[in-house]
Nanobody, 122 residues
Framework: QVQLVESGGGLVQAGGSLRLSCAASGRSFSSYAMGWFRQAPGKEREFVAAISWSGGGTSYARSAKGRFTISRDNANNAGYLQMNSLKPEDTALYYC???????????????WGQGTQVTVSS
């Protein structure tokens, strides 16, 4: 089992930045790929970014590329999502997840946090 807890969400103006954190505990976090997903009200959960267990491989949704950066610190069992140039359409509940591979599908990930709310005002 891997337990994940997100933090760092909040209210920010358009153009601003936030850094989300994902704290992991339980089984070895460093052996899992990590992903960030988001879900806005009335919409399906969607892929944002993912990073391999080593940190050597990353993948981004088109909406995140160039604005968001995913990273991880295996020594401290933590993952991060740096979000810059935020837009109102980035408003959502953001989840971190752990799974066997870097993937864009929700079903690939075995462990999920409870989410942290990001609200971007115009």
């Amino acid at each position: 089992q891997v337990q994940l807890v997100e933090s760092g969400g909040g209210l920010v103006q358009a153009g601003g930045s936030l850094r989300l954190s994902c704290a992991a505990s339980g089984r070895s976090f460093s052996s899992y790929a990590m992903g960030w997903f988001r879900q806005a009200p009335g919409k399906e959960r969607e892929f944002v970014a993912a990073i391999s267990w080593s940190g050597g491989g990353t993948s981004y949704a088109r909406s995140a590329k160039g604005r968001f950066t995913i990273s991880r610190d295996n020594a401290n069992n933590a993952g991060y999502l740096q979000m810059n140039s935020l837009k109102p359409e980035d408003t959502a509940l953001y989840y971190c997840a752990a799974g066997p591979n870097v993937a864009v599908t929700v079903q690939t990930y075995d462990y999920w946090g409870q989410g942290t709310q990001v609200t971007v005002s115009s």
